[in-house]
């Protein structure tokens, strides 16, 4: 009988010893050879049978030699017999979500519709059978209604997480990193959508977005949220009065929204609302209430197609049910994530020293365009964005606050006048004026205008903007270590134009700008 034994220490500085014990169970001979092996170097042995066979009565011996190999030979031979596979990852669980959210209202209305075919194929006794059993065993069911109450409610109490600003309690299923490679995923689809719409970096707009982006970070860079992402502008050529901000800090601007805002304040003030939505995590923790509502409307959507007699009452049924469902959950939620976002934002602008006064004259603004555009007024309940006015009188009643924190990070003093006051002089004014007027004899019926902005360069960026945002370097960075603050006060002030109360004789009204 042969026993071997290998030891081989992991250390590749470590001293590999090699032992072996050869016994031969007749003789009772043993047989030991040790030898001593640097770390370059692997003894290995092979044992030899003798040339010939002994006459009867001798015993048999075995011959051992050394023989060595190089540590190359050794790890060749190891990879006959390991084999390594590359790494698998894990689906992110919001991906799958994307995914499989359709899936499960399928699942649902067919469990719901075959189990109502299932009790009609029932005969009478045994409906009534099951009835009487279920009545029977009605604390049972009521007890396993509440175990399953139970663990719902402890699993939305360990998935509680805090805000990081505002220090809101928030449910949060989905976690950040999952949602950072679903962002990228959206991102990449977005470059492809508008690929072709993308304005060049070269352009006076994409500089002014990028320089209001820039100045918005290096003065919040307190905030961990915000300086850890890496922000990426692209302005798309369209007339939406638009932008968005994914959670992996991908900026798109609409070249609309540029010509919505007035000045630069506004800008920063609509920039540092997109942000902030990135900042605070709305996307994942949006898609967080919606998956918990969705898992638990399943049970009330089974149950419809399950009681509703015929397959009409239960389409009935289930819109009604998606109705109620936004109605209660979804847009409510969302209208109180975009408040919570209005006022991040706002104190985003007032740490860039921007006059966060014009940020209620921007949506009062947007609220008279929409009146002006003719189009469908959505009331607030059905909406997934609060109204423009209550937009403006929310950011109103925080004026205060953010004047205090612009004050705290020692901005430069505001202008007298006060937007808010030179826009509504402006409104009224246009109220004032006459709706018609006679004009060679004929009458034309003159609409009111929306105040206009500065005068617009051929990229339909105003001058006043670009002449604000396309400063030298060293006015909007490099001084903060020295207590500097970048000139967005006096030296950056708010273009309000206001118009002449009556047209003059020859029927052309002059119009003056105020800053």
């Not at 950072?180 to 304005?199: G, K, N, P």
């Not at 929409?370 to 059905?382: D, F, K």
């Not at 505001?414 to 004014?429: E, N, Q, T």
């Amino acid at each position: 009988m042969f026993l071997h034994r290998v030891n081989l220490l992991r250390s590749p500085s470590a001293r590999l010893t090699q032992n072996f014990l050869f016994r031969k169970q007749a003789g009772h001979r043993r047989l030991q050879k040790p030898h001593d092996v640097s770390s370059t170097q692997i003894r290995l042995y092979r044992t030899k049978a003798a040339p010939a066979a002994s006459p009867a009565g001798r015993t048999t011996s075995l011959q051992i030699s050394p023989r060595l190999i190089s540590p190359a030979d050794a790890g060749a031979a190891l990879s006959r017999h390991l084999h390594t596979s590359p790494p698998a990852r894990a689906l992110p669980g919001s991906l799958l979500w994307v995914v499989f959210k359709p899936l499960q209202k399928i699942v649902a209305v067919i469990l719901g519709r075959s189990i109502r075919h299932w009790w009609k194929a029932l005969p009478e006794n045994r409906q009534q059978l099951m009835r009487e059993w279920a009545r029977q065993n009605r604390w049972r069911l009521s007890a396993c209604a509440g175990v399953a109450v139970m663990i719902v409610f402890l699993f939305l109490l360990t998935h509680l997480d805090e805000s990081p600003v505002t220090g809101r309690t928030r449910l949060m299923v989905f976690d950040k990193e999952s949602f950072m490679e679903l962002a990228a995923l959206t991102s990449d689809r977005y470059m492809e959508e508008f690929a072709e719409l993308l304005v060049p970096e070269a352009d006076p707009r994409h500089q002014a977005v990028e320089q209001v982006v820039r100045h918005l970070t290096q003065r919040n860079k307190d905030i961990a949220e915000l300086s850890a992402v890496t922000w990426n502008v692209h302005v798309v050529q369209s007339p939406d009065s638009n932008a968005f901000v994914l959670p992996n800090g991908e900026v798109f601007m609409f070249t609309g929204m540029l010509e919505a805002v007035a000045d630069v304040h506004q800008l920063t003030i609509v920039l540092g609302h997109e942000m902030a939505h990135a900042m605070l995590g709305h996307s994942a923790e949006q898609a967080s209430l919606s998956h918990v509502v969705d898992l638990l409307s399943l049970i009330l959507l089974t149950a419809i197609w399950a009681v509703c007699p015929r397959d009409s009452l239960a389409l009935l049924g289930q819109w009604v049910q998606g109705k109620l469902s936004q109605l209660i959950f979804s847009r409510p939620y969302s209208r109180k994530l975009e408040a919570e976002a209005d006022q991040v934002g706002l104190q985003l602008a007032a740490k860039a020293c921007a006059d966060v006064r014009a940020g209620p004259v921007f949506w009062q603004q947007m609220e008279i365009r929409a009146q002006m555009s003719g189009g469908p007024v959505i009331p607030e309940w059905l909406s997934t964005h609060p109204s423009h006015k209550n937009r403006s009188n929310q950011l109103d009643r925080l004026i205060p606050q953010a004047l205090d924190l612009r004050e705290s990070c020692i901005c430069p003093a505001l202008p007298a006048m006060d937007p808010r006051s030179i826009f509504s002089k402006s409104v009224r004014a246009l109220l004032e004026t006459p709706k018609s007027h006679v004009r060679d004899g004929q009458k034309e019926a003159q609409k009111p205008r929306l105040p206009p902005g500065p005068a617009s360069l051929r990229t339909g960026l105003p001058a006043a903007l670009i002449a604000q945002t396309l400063l030298p370097p060293s006015m909007n960075v490099g001084q903060e270590s020295e207590g500097a603050v970048p000139p967005t006060g006096p030296e950056l002030a708010v273009a309000a134009p206001v118009p002449s109360a009556a047209p003059a004789e020859g029927g052309e009204s002059k119009r003056e700008e105020q800053s």
